[in-house]
């Protein structure tokens, strides 16, 4: 069943920004996910994947708390945009080519991923290169 793009914009609207949607769901847990966890793959993670499955690996690596509220994530319609680069650490060593990113509900282990998505341009991590993914990175709900 395909969505309406209003719903899948209200779907992100809920996960990244913690806005309820009216009658349907809020976010009153009695402890929300106050951020989420944005993590660089060298492969896709699939969809029975986790956060560690194909997990970038160089040295020094490590995912980037991102708010869920608007000044974490811009969306419009059905597209969501980190509202400020995302920079991960610099490397220190080890060489690899990060071709996804993901989104999810630990800064490490093998935590429940949400959304993942082909970066492009790829990114080629060697010694001295810090990884970045811009404000045009975007996720899209279908």
């Known amino acids: 069943m395909t969505q309406t793009t209003t719903a899948a914009g209200n779907w992100l ?25 944005v993590s660089l793959h060298t492969s896709s993670p699939g969809t029975s994947g986790t956060q560690t499955t194909n997990e970038a690996a160089y040295t020094s690596y490590a995912r980037v ?17 980190p509202v400020a680069s995302i920079t991960f650490p610099a490397a220190t060593g080890g060489s690899e080519t990060e071709t996804f ?10 935590g429940v991923l949400y ?8 990114i ?7 990884p970045s993914l811009t404000t045009a990175t975007a996720i899209t709900g279908t």
């Open 124 to 130: 080629a991590v060697s010694n001295g290169v810090t």
């Open 13 to 37: 609207k809920l996960f990244l920004n913690a806005t309820a949607i009216a009658n349907i769901a809020d976010n009153a847990a009695s402890s929300p996910l106050t951020n989420i966890y």
């Open 65 to 81: 708390a991102v708010a869920r509220t608007s000044g974490g994530w811009t969306i419009t319609n059905n597209v969501a945009n």
């Open 115 to 122: 959304w993942y998505g082909a970066i492009s341009p790829t």
């Open 101 to 110: 990113m993901g989104i999810g509900s630990l800064v490490s282990g093998a």
